[in-house]
């Protein structure tokens, strides 16, 4: 009968264990799901705080610099300023200002004016090229508003640099075209380090994929396939369930991102996080559930053979 007896605790045991396993299989499984779900939502609000604080940087920066392309064009239109004069307000506000260079290029003959003092008429002996052939001047006229070009090396700074443009009008007639240079190599740090956390970073690009700021600054200027990539799926709202899209990154690593558009000529923000990074921290909670759950299950195993034993020893 004691042989008998253990023989019955041990499959009561056994038998119970499974319904255990089954059990905490499901809700471990539950668990896992609702833990991925909420942990994918802490990541994308994460993100969602990069782009919002890197949008923030955006409207800082370059907000400010286009509020004094703004003012300057006002002043300069409204008032009848020699040369000279300009030439003078425009190096107060290159020295007050973000700008790393400040020029005013004319309409009629292509006369530039520039804030270092370089100031003269196009010219091959002298070096001036004319202004009325250039994006910055081309396309502000043709937007009639204020323009931001594409980056570029600035042969005055030698840095990557942005141009803000905009036509100058007085009594609805073009006299020319006003910009300043603004160079990003400050900025494109402060941006990256906003997105700069393990397995992530942010990246700012134009309309046409063109990097305009990135970690890696031998890719400002560029267009990538990565970022070709990130175009066409944030064109096409090809996204998850959580807004986000992916892509495969020049080193062939696969990348989730979170996109936006911003009111900067329609330049696009996307914060990126590494796919296997994210899997990773994932995977590390089935881990821990299906640990918690094997402790669980050999605990309650024991424990229910102690009982099933103890019930069924004779009296």
């Not at 970022?227 to 799926?233: A, F, R, S, V, Y």
Request: glycine fraction near 6%; charged fraction near 20%.
């Amino acid at each position: 009968m004691l042989f008998g007896s253990k023989s019955i605790a041990g499959k009561v045991s056994f038998g119970v264990s499974i319904l255990f396993i089954i059990l905490l299989l499901v809700l471990a499984f539950i668990n896992y799901s609702d833990s991925k779900d909420n942990s994918t939502k802490l990541l994308v609000s994460e993100r969602q705080k990069v782009i919002q604080a890197s949008e923030n940087l955006m409207d800082s920066r370059f907000g400010s610099d286009i509020n004094t392309i703004n003012n300057l064009n006002d002043y300069i239109s409204k008032n009848d300023y020699s040369q000279q004069e300009i030439e003078d307000i425009l190096k107060i506000i290159d020295k007050t200002s973000n700008f790393e260079l400040l020029y005013v290029g004319y309409q009629k003959d292509g006369m530039m004016i520039r804030s270092n003092g370089d100031s003269g008429l196009p010219s091959t002996e002298n070096g001036m090229y004319d202004p009325r052939n250039r994006p910055w001047y081309i396309n502000a006229v043709k937007e009639n508003r204020v323009v931001i070009t594409e980056p570029f090396i600035s042969k005055t700074t030698g840095q990557f640099t942005i141009s803000i443009s905009k036509p100058i009008y007085k009594n609805s007639e073009l006299i020319g075209v006003i910009s300043g240079q603004v160079a990003l190599n400050e900025v494109n740090k402060k941006f990256a380090e906003l997105g700069n956390a393990e397995g992530a970073y942010v990246l700012l690009m134009d309309k046409d994929a063109k990097i305009i700021m990135h970690p890696t600054i031998d890719y400002i200027g560029k267009t990538l396939s990565a970022t070709k990539e990130i175009l066409k799926n944030y064109q096409n709202k090809n996204f998850d369930k959580y807004g986000r899209l992916t892509y495969t990154h020049e080193d062939g690593s696969l990348k989730i991102g979170q996109c936006a558009t911003t009111k900067f000529d329609g330049w696009i923000i996307c914060s990126n996080v590494d796919a296997k990074y994210f899997q990773s921290k994932v995977d590390a909670i089935l881990y821990k559930q299906l640990l918690i759950s094997f402790i669980f299950i050999i605990i309650a195993a024991f424990a229910v053979w102690i009982l099933a034993k103890r019930l069924l020893q004779p009296t």
